[in-house]
């Protein structure tokens, strides 16, 4: 079975007293939708960032299904995954469609059949009208859901989303959580990182509640749920194991 592999992943950036990750494993079969959880500052974003390619590990590895971290497999890696960042990673002065048009483009995807997805990814998430609206001028919702267009235009195996329901209007959060559900029934992996617990738990198959760089517990929500006797739902489960202290 292809599996989405996190090895004893260490981190320390440049400048910084304090290391970000401490040893992080975890690991899921492909098809999975996985939340990663844990407190601001645990670690969730520069593991992403790690199993992405984004950032350098300072020791440990990654493992995305069954191929190997060479150069000689960089691109089938990056064809592999797609990366919807926390930040609004679109041009804000082009047209959604000039943006969507820019990043297929990226995949080596062009003329029609680019289109032709574009147009149904837009329709899809609501957009089709705001086709040829600049970016910059789109609502918080409407720029959520054009980021996650931008990244899954070459139908990647695995979906990485940093917080991508964080902030936005009901409505778009319903689209987006029913996308990611529909994404993953079609047999692709997501991997989504989220502080709303309420929502990750029920979304997710399997959580991974990491804490100060480190992994602290993996489950599917409702094994763990019944695992602690005291817990009604994922929010006291996640107390449990991280502290009530508030983290700034
Ligand atoms: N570029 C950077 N340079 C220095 N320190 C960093 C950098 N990025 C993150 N950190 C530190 O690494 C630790 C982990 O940060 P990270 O953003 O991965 O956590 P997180 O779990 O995603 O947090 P949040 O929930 O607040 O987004 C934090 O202490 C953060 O301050």
Redesign the pocket.
């Known amino acids: 079975m292809n599996s989405i592999v996190v090895k004893d992943l260490h981190k320390t950036?440049a400048?910084?007293l304090?290391p970000?990750l401490q040893g992080l494993s975890f690991a899921f079969e492909e098809g999975r939708m996985v939340g990663l959880l844990?407190?601001?500052?645990?670690?969730?974003?520069?593991?992403i960032s790690i199993l992405c390619g984004l950032v350098k590990a300072g020791s440990g590895h990654v493992q995305i299904f069954d191929l190997p971290q060479d150069a000689a497999h960089r691109e089938a890696i990056k064809r592999a995954i797609g990366v919807v960042p926390?930040q609004i990673a679109l041009f804000p002065q082009l047209t959604a469609l000039e943006n969507l048009r820019y990043f297929g483009n990226l995949y080596g995807f062009k003329g029609k059949p680019l289109l032709q997805k574009i147009h149904h990814y837009l329709e899809l998430f609501g957009l089709e009208k705001a086709a040829s609206k600049e970016v910059g001028r789109f609502s918080g919702g409407m720029k959520r859901r054009a980021n996650i267009i931008a990244a899954i235009l070459h139908s990647p195996r695995l979906l990485v989303l940093d917080e991508p329901t964080a902030g936005v209007d009901v409505q778009s959060r319903s689209m987006i959580l029913q996308f990611l559900r529909d994404y993953n029934r079609q047999g692709n992996s997501v991997l989504y990182?989220s502080?709303l617990l309420e929502e990750a738990q029920q979304l997710c198959e399997d959580v991974v509640i990491i804490d100060e760089g480190k992994m602290v517990v993996q489950g599917s929500p409702a094994a763990l749920i019944q695992q602690h006797p005291h817990s009604r739902n994922l929010e006291d489960v996640f107390l449990h194991y991280t502290g009530h202290a508030v983290r700034d």
Do not use: F, I, M
């Open positions: 950036y400048g910084a304090v970000s844990g407190p601001n500052g645990a670690g969730k974003t520069t593991t926390q990182t502080h």
